[in-house]
């Protein structure tokens, strides 16, 4: 496989869990993780309380990723700032009296900044780096998964404003959305820098009445599998049964509360079956098993006599 195909390959995966997942420190880590695809090295800042703040890293030594989480910064000077206020930039490099914020990283000879926005606002900022000729360099793939993790934020703001108002509130205004999205408990889990990682496995939310659409996590039960085909597999089943959910919402909460969600979701469910074995044949039984738990957690809430 050439390298052109491999990096599309990766990519084409790390989209594949970007849209998977609702929860924003695993989009983020999923965004961070699937940058390994553009570039060698990337650090990911935050915007919160004002500043921006170092949250992880993937490709740099564990001294200076350990330094690159402690790091603290302006926002209303430096490069990253200079990047969050322009508004139609995608990426770019430095231009003349700008530097990368330094965290302890080696010397490098090209670098860009990608800004995430949400809302309109930035609120993280990639920054990629590389030596002379060091391969992956690709800005617009990295460019395209943060379009990715962008929408995904964008769903979940819209998801936290309408449980705000279904909940009897007028509904938050998006800055204090976009800064509560950041703070989650797990935000912080550092990212293993030596390698290209795993996806970290969150903990689920509290279980939700059967009949509630509480914000899934993305992920299923059990710990992610050791053959890459499988959790390649897993992770698509994980996004056939959320895309199902998002379309077909009315359908999910109804069919809990009448307990006949195989009727109700019949056909996009056969739909699902049918591309998940269009993409893994080789795994037959095995992979069906693998779409079937996907469907439990995300559709019936862990409950699998609602699909019996």
């Given at each position: 496989?050439?390298?052109?195909?491999?990096?599309?390959?990766?990519?084409?995966?790390?989209?594949?869990?970007?849209?998977?997942?609702?929860?924003?420190?695993?989009?983020?880590?999923?965004?961070?993780?699937?940058?390994?695809?553009?570039?060698?090295?990337?650090?990911?800042?935050?915007?919160?309380?004002?500043?921006?703040?170092?949250?992880?890293?993937?490709?740099?030594?564990?001294?200076?990723?350990?330094?690159?989480?402690?790091?603290?910064?302006?926002?209303?000077?430096?490069?990253?700032?200079?990047?969050?206020?322009?508004?139609?930039?995608?990426?770019?490099?430095?231009?003349?009296?700008?530097?990368?914020?330094?965290?302890?990283?080696?010397?490098?000879?090209?670098a860009v900044g990608l800004?995430?926005?949400?809302?309109?606002?930035?609120?993280?900022?990639?920054?990629?780096?590389?030596?002379?000729?060091?391969?992956?360099?690709?800005?617009?793939?990295?460019?395209?998964?943060?379009?990715?993790?962008?929408?995904?934020?964008?769903?979940?703001?819209?998801?936290?404003?309408?449980?705000?108002?279904?909940?009897?509130?007028?509904?938050?205004?998006?800055?204090?959305?976009?800064?509560?999205?950041?703070?989650?408990?797990?935000?912080?889990?550092?990212?293993?820098?030596?390698?290209?990682?795993?996806?970290?496995?969150?903990?689920?939310?509290?279980?939700?009445a059967a009949t509630e659409?509480?914000?899934?996590?993305?992920?299923?039960?059990?710990?992610?599998?050791?053959?890459?085909?499988?959790?390649?597999?897993?992770?698509?089943?994980?996004?056939?049964?959320?895309?199902?959910?998002?379309?077909?919402?009315?359908?999910?909460?109804?069919?809990?509360?009448?307990?006949?969600?195989?009727?109700?979701?019949?056909?996009?469910?056969?739909?699902?079956?049918?591309?998940?074995?269009?993409?893994?044949?080789?795994?037959?039984?095995?992979?069906?098993?693998?779409?079937?738990?996907?469907?439990?957690?995300?559709?019936?809430?862990?409950?699998?006599?609602?699909?019996?």
């Amino acid at each position: 496989m050439s390298r052109d195909d491999t990096t599309l390959t990766t990519l084409d995966r790390k989209l594949a869990e970007l849209a998977s997942f609702l929860s924003p420190g695993e989009i983020f880590r999923a965004l961070l993780e699937g940058t390994a695809a553009g570039a060698p090295r990337t650090a990911v800042f935050l915007m919160r309380e004002g500043r921006w703040r170092g949250w992880s890293s993937i490709g740099y030594p564990s001294e200076a990723a350990h330094r690159q989480r402690q790091a603290v910064l302006p926002a209303d000077g430096g490069w990253l700032a200079a990047l969050a206020a322009e508004e139609d930039v995608r990426w770019r490099s430095l231009t003349g009296g700008e530097s990368v914020p330094e965290f302890g990283q080696a010397s490098f000879d090209e670098a860009v900044g990608l800004p995430v926005r949400v809302g309109g606002k930035a609120v993280a900022i990639l920054v990629a780096e590389r030596s002379s000729g060091e391969q992956p360099w690709s800005p617009a793939a990295l460019s395209i998964l943060c379009q990715a993790a962008r929408l995904r934020l964008e769903l979940d703001l819209a998801w936290r404003r309408l449980k705000s108002l279904q909940a009897g509130g007028a509904g938050p205004t998006a800055a204090p959305m976009r800064e509560a999205m950041l703070t989650e408990p797990d935000s912080r889990a550092a990212i293993s820098t030596a390698t290209a990682p795993s996806v970290a496995v969150a903990t689920e939310a509290p279980a939700a009445a059967a009949t509630e659409l509480a914000p899934w996590s993305g992920v299923a039960a059990g710990q992610a599998d050791a053959d890459p085909r499988r959790e390649e597999a897993r992770r698509y089943a994980r996004l056939v049964a959320t895309d199902i959910r998002l379309y077909n919402e009315e359908a999910v909460v109804v069919g809990r509360r009448q307990r006949d969600l195989a009727t109700r979701l019949g056909e996009p469910m056969r739909r699902g079956r049918e591309s998940f074995s269009r993409r893994f044949p080789d795994l037959g039984p095995d992979g069906a098993k693998l779409l079937d738990d996907a469907f439990v957690h995300v559709l019936a809430g862990g409950d699998a006599s609602l699909l019996g």
